[in-house]
C-alpha cells in the first residue's frame, strides 16, 4: 500500500517535518470542507481523526468545528474525553513564555517556556472563539461561553465566560 | 449552459450536500482574494452574492470584510439590510443549545439547539472580530465595536463594545 | 530571469492590482505551512519577508506566527521592529471610521476614515488573537495579552491584557 509506506516513511521522518506534516492535518481540519462532506456521507469524526493522527489524546464522540486550532507542536499534551464538543475558531494552547522570569531591559525571546497540558473533560463545551490557555482543565460536563478566555481551571458543571472568564453559573440538580 | 445544469443540479440535491457546497461558497467568500480582484476589476459586492447563493437576505450595497463567518446551516435566518457593512473576522450565529434545559449530570449533546434569526438593519456596522449571537437585532445606523461579543439587540443610532456588548455612545443629532 | 519579469510588472502595475498581490503574500503568510516547512529547512523568517514584500517595514529577527492579519491596503503605516513576537491570530489594523463626524441619521459609508500608523517597538511581543488597533504604539519590551483589545499606546516595559487593554503589571528591574 503506497500511502502506508509513505505514513511509515512520514514516522521515521525527523521530528521537524513531522510537526509540519501535523500542521497540514490540522489545516485540513481548520478549512477543508472535506470533513463537513464525510459527514454527510456517513464518516463522522474526520476531524477528531486528523486531531489524533497529529499527536492529541482525543475520545469518542467528540465535535470539533471549523478553524478549531491546537498547539500542533504540544499535541501530546492535549487531552480530549469522550463528547466534548469545541465550537468554531476556538484555541487550545500548551505554550507559554514563564513571565515571572521577565524583567525590565530582558530579552523577551530568551524568557522560557513552560508547557502544561490541558484536559478538557468528559462531555464539556467550549463556545465559538474561545481561547484556552496552557495548564487548565475544563472540568466534566462545563461549558465555555463564546469568546472567552479561559486561564484558569474551569469546575466541573458550571458555566463560564468573559475575559478572562469566570463563573456565571452553576448548574443545578434536575428537581423533576 | 453548463454550469446551468450543474447549478441546477446542485438545487435538487439532498439538502446536506447543499450545506457542504453552502459551506465551499462561504469558504470562497472568506479567504480567497478572487472577491478583491474582481472589485478591483469593477465587479464589486462578489461576497455578498456568494452569501446570498448560500441562503442569506442581503440588501444592497453591503460590505463583507475577509474570514467573516455566518451559520452557513441556517442562512435563511440571517438579513442584511441595505448599505451594512461587516468587517474582518466577524461571525453571525443563529443557533445555540438552549442550556436553559441544562442540569447537572445532563449529556450535554442531548441539549435542545435554539435556533434564531440574526437581522442586521440599514447602514449598520459590525467592527473586526466582533460576535453576533443568536436572536440579535442590530438596529439602524449602530456601530458594534471590534471585538465586541454581541448577545443582546443593540438599539440604533448607538455604539456597543466589549464582552458582552454594551452601549457606550449614543449617536447625536446633527446640531449644524 | 522570468519571475524577475513578472515582479517587475507587478511592480508597474496599477496600485489595485498590486493591494490583491500584496493580500496573496498576506494569505500565504498567514495560512500556509510552507513558512514552518522553510523554517525546518533552516530557512527563518519567510513570514516577515513576506510582510516586507508587501510594504511594512519589518526588523530583524521578528517572529511572525500563523493567520496574523495586518492592514494590507496600509501596510506602509505600520514598523515592527527587532526581535519582535506576533503570535497567531493577531491582528493589526492601520485605518479606522472617525467616528466623531458620525451622527444620527448620518450613512456610516460616508463618515471618512483615519489612517494611523502602528508601531510595535523593539522586544515587544504581541499575545494570541490580540487586536491592535489604529495609532497605537507598543513601547520596547511590552507584553500585550492574549485576547487583549489594544485601543491606546502600551508604555514600555509593562503586560497589558482585556478588553479593552489596560496595564496589568509593570515589569521590575532585576535585583540580582
Redesign the interface.
Known sequence: MKIQILLRKIKNAPK??K??WY??LN?IAR?S?LP??LS?LGIKNFRSYLWRKSGCNVGK?V?IG??V?YDVGNAKLITIED?V?IT??A?V?CHR?D?SH????????NVPFIKLPVVIKK???VG??A?I?PGVTIGE?A?VA??A?VTKDVPA?T?V????AKVI?V????TE
Open positions: 521537524a517535518f510537526f509540519v500542521l497540514y489545516k478549512f470542507v463537513s462532506l454527510v464522540d465535535f471549523w478553524d486550532y463528547e464538543s468554531n475558531r484555541i494552547f513564555r513571565l521577565y524583567y525590565k531591559g530582558d530579552n523577551y525571546k462531555g464539556a463545551a465559538t472563539a481561547i490557555m460536563g461549558v463564546a469568546g478566555l458543571w458555566i465566560a468573559g475575559c478572562p453559573k448548574l443545578e440538580d434536575r
